[in-house]
């Protein structure tokens, strides 16, 4: 039935679909999914040695999967690299590090539902990051870096 | 199998087994499930005539189901009476509004996944109320009414 | 931005919205939303004073809410009545009921990921019934009874 | 607050973590995360050149990525190979199929919402495949190998 039916396709995004963008502060980003229904979207981030992130809170749960690289949360005793999988549980607060003396980029796949909460020293919000503000960075960089819109990535 | 079958008894929580309490300004709460994990959490509020929320932002869906009196957003034309369902896609910034000349307390299911980011005018956030917070409030305000914490309500 | 914003806006559904249909079975159903990326829909079922379903398992969490009237699982000492929430974790197998000496339809509320696997004695899986399977149904039975296809329902 | 606080924790599952079994039918698997109570399950396959799965149905949505090797489904014109992205909605049929040529094993991460329903040729069901069936048949292989169960993986 037309009604039932109409979005049961199966969707692949390329490694070339899904150009890189680099921020100029050592990240670069991709987006292969954002479900604008749901709030969850589908990136891979690829960090230089060195890198670190604000801390922050997550609204929903994450899944990550390291490709390369090498990267751990300050809060944490694990690292993780190629071939590590990761499950992050709403409301958990962490710190992204990436080390000095990483020889690669450190290149990571994650499904995030909902927003990270950058937060100030005392737990306060400092800012929010979410799915619809990484779409619009990552589209806003491909325009900067004259690379066109790719159409074939899954957009709801 | 013992690992695989952990948890899969149905639950059932009956209307006195999550007990309301009064937060004195107009508006009562229950819980009946919050999933640590998740984020998810799943509610009863009861609001007086004439309250209105924080004008706020969620970061994942919200689903809702009006069981009796009347409400509506300022940003919408619907009004919800019972019977009345709503959905709520991720990051839809609302405000909640209860009419003054309501006859009786307006109750309302809401099934939440998220936060939501109560916003100032300039849509800065100005602070956020979530699962863990809800769960916090509403012992709280048990114990401060006198009244034993549950323990059938479905906590993960 | 155009792309991130899209989708935004909240959806209500008034009871009248949604005409209920008789299945002819003591069963009178109503769909509300039905998500067809997802597999996810929230419905109203009405069940006359007697009536069972088939055992079944499922293959996704499902919540419920009782409106009206009375009903419980085989499995379970719990009786849901109006105001009872209840949980089902993800295949989860049950049988539910309804009292024959029931004076009132029993009206319950569900939000239900995934499909319904109708079992036989042996736990062998006689059919599946799931979202799309309930779209298919409604709308043939609103058909069936010449009622008007609702263009209010929230459909994806 | 414990109650809320109770499982805020980042787990993280290394590769040696989490053994591969053998399945004796081209392929092999092992599981990183599943969650008894969401029916969700986050595993890896690596299939070996000319494997081909018994056509299916999901029940809810997959996230893949492939990280080595090459396959397809029948029913589709792309190709995935290592850094491809699939997104699979609820209720999408197909059938996974690896290429007899490949010249190495194809490795695929999989994010798993729900069941797979194998299909007969009629479409009618010949057998489910889920969550708990995986854990099941993991933890039965890695038994008939000789390789004590991890403790690390994130089970819930």
């Given at each position: ?7 049961l396709?199966v969707?692949h995004v ?32 690829r ?11 997550h609204?929903?749960?994450v ?7 090498r ?12 071939g590590s ?18 020889t690669?980029?450190t ?23 979410d799915?619809?503000?990484f ?6 960089m491909?325009e ?12 709801r």
């Open positions: 039935m037309a009604v039932a039916e109409k979005e396709v969707r390329g490694d070339d679909d899904a150009p890189w963008v680099d921020t100029g502060m050592g990240v670069e980003l991709k987006l292969m999914r954002y479900d604008s229904d749901r709030g969850t979207w589908t990136i891979r981030n960090f230089a040695p060195g890198v670190q992130l604000q801390r922050h809170r609204t929903g749960p899944e990550g999967y390291t490709l390369s690289g990267w751990h949360y300050l809060e944490y005793d694990f690292v993780s690299v190629g999988y990761i499950y992050e549980p709403a409301n958990s607060v962490h710190t992204l590090h990436v080390p000095e003396d990483n690669e980029p290149d990571v796949l994650f499904v995030i539902e909902g927003a990270l909460l950058n937060l100030n020293d005392d737990d306060s919000v400092d800012n929010v990051f799915g619809p503000a779409v619009e960075v990552y589209f806003a491909l900067g870096a004259g690379i066109p819109r790719p159409n074939g990535l899954i957009l």
